[in-house]
T-cell receptor, first 111, second 111 residues
Framework: DADVTQTPRNRITKTGKRIMLECSQT?????MYWYRQDPGLGLRLIYY???????NKGEISDGYSVSRQAQAKFSLSLESAIPNQTALYFC??????????FGSGTRLTVV | QKEVEQNSGPLSVPEGAIASLNCTYS??????FFWYRQYSGKSPELIMF????GDKEDGRFTAQLNKASQYVSLLIRDSQPSDSATYLC???????????FGKGNQVVVIP
């Protein structure tokens, strides 16, 4: 099994719909992150969590919310999806001071 | 000034040559530095990390760090077509202990 698992891998949804992207990790790390990646813009941080009771906004949190259900689970929600949220979304986890391990990504298309 | 900058455009190198990638960072307190490789449509994969000034070698990859100049580089020796990818420089920021990414440099190895 992969260290970081993201579901779904691909999703097409309509404008205005609520959608949840899920992430689970088996690394035993406390820290988890959600990024989006757009061509030419690199990886941009949406939300991050350093433990179950800690949630922090990243660079581009507007329009998104997160839930840290357990040490191993961190989900990202789009309450009302819009087309400019079409992107590749990555979940990642890390130990303190170490590099991140990324999931395989979710390709989201909002039509 | 951006937290992590990778300013070079796409880099084309012939097979067997050395590819050289550069990165600068703004946080003088940063202590941990990483290079990720990302194939198109795939997740970033950690290939090198470096914490101390100087060179660190791992197979065909060498990371170089100069904290006084706030400069990190990656050399890929004997470049292979499989090295064709985007390379992301990343730095752990001392202020909030999270990883900041550059926008990446695309490398194309020409057979």
């Amino acid at each position: 099994d992969a260290d970081v698992t993201q579901t779904p891998r691909n999703r097409i949804t309509k404008t205005g719909k609520r959608i949840m992207l899920e992430c689970s990790q088996t690394k035993g790390h406390d820290r988890m992150y959600w990024y989006r990646q757009d061509p030419g813009l690199g990886l941009r941080l949406i939300y991050y969590s350093f433990d179950v009771k800690d949630i922090n906004k990243g660079e581009i949190s507007d329009g998104y919310s997160v839930s840290r259900q357990a040490q191993a689970k961190f989900s990202l929600s789009l309450e009302s999806a819009i087309p400019n949220q079409t992107a590749l979304y990555f979940c990642a986890t890390s130990g303190q001071g170490y590099g991140y391990t990324f999931g395989s990504g979710t390709r989201l298309t909002v039509v | 000034q951006k937290e992590v900058e990778q300013n070079s455009g796409p880099l084309s190198v012939p097979e067997g040559a050395i590819a050289s990638l550069n990165c600068t960072y703004s946080d003088q307190g940063s202590q941990s530095f990483f290079w990720y490789r990302q194939y198109s449509g795939k997740s970033p994969e950690l290939i090198m990390f470096i914490y101390s000034n100087g060179d660190k070698e791992d197979g065909r990859f060498t990371a170089q760090l100069n904290k006084a100049s706030q400069y990190v580089s990656l050399l890929i020796r004997d470049s292979q077509p499989s090295d064709s990818a985007t390379y992301l420089c990343a730095v752990i920021l001392k202020g909030n202990n999270r990883l900041a990414f550059g926008k990446g440099n695309q490398v194309v190895v020409i057979p």
